[in-house]
Nanobody, 124 residues
Framework: QVQLVESGGGLVQAGGSLRLSCAAS????????MGWFRQAPGKEREFVAA????????YYADSVKGRFSISRDNANNTVYLSMNTLKPEDTAVYYC?????????????????WGQGTQVTVSS
């Protein structure tokens, strides 16, 4: 059974940095796509970043391009989201997701498994 466990969220001041982790288990993820999404209070869940596990190439939402970076650690089956120059509007619950078909997209429907989320709060 696939399990995704996020960690690394917390409270940070604007301009600060955080690194989120997503520990994946239950499958061999070499052919999967991995994504990060976020949901702010009262808003719909939105795409943040994604990569194809095979080549590690990252794709980003325009709102985070140049500030966030997605990466993976093959040995530990872990995906990271490094977030720099954080803004109050980055405040949200961040979710990790895994897609069996291996295409890194920004569409929630392309992902089959989801973690429970980790809270990121950026104070002004």
């Amino acid at each position: 059974q696939v399990q995704l466990v996020e960690s690394g969220g917390g409270l940070v001041q604007a301009g600060g940095s955080l690194r989120l982790s997503c520990a994946a288990s239950g499958r061999t993820f070499s052919s999967y796509a991995m994504g990060w999404f976020r949901q702010a209070p009262g808003k719909e869940r939105e795409f943040v970043a994604a990569l194809t596990w095979r080549d590690g190439r990252g794709y980003y939402a325009d709102s985070v391009k140049g500030r966030f970076s997605i990466s993976r650690d093959n040995a530990n089956n872990t995906v990271y989201l490094s977030m720099n120059t954080l803004k109050p509007e980055d405040t949200a619950v961040y979710y990790c997701a895994a897609g069996k078909w291996g295409t890194a997209t920004g569409e929630m429907n392309d992902y089959d498994y989801w973690g429970q989320g980790t809270q990121v709060t950026v104070s002004s």
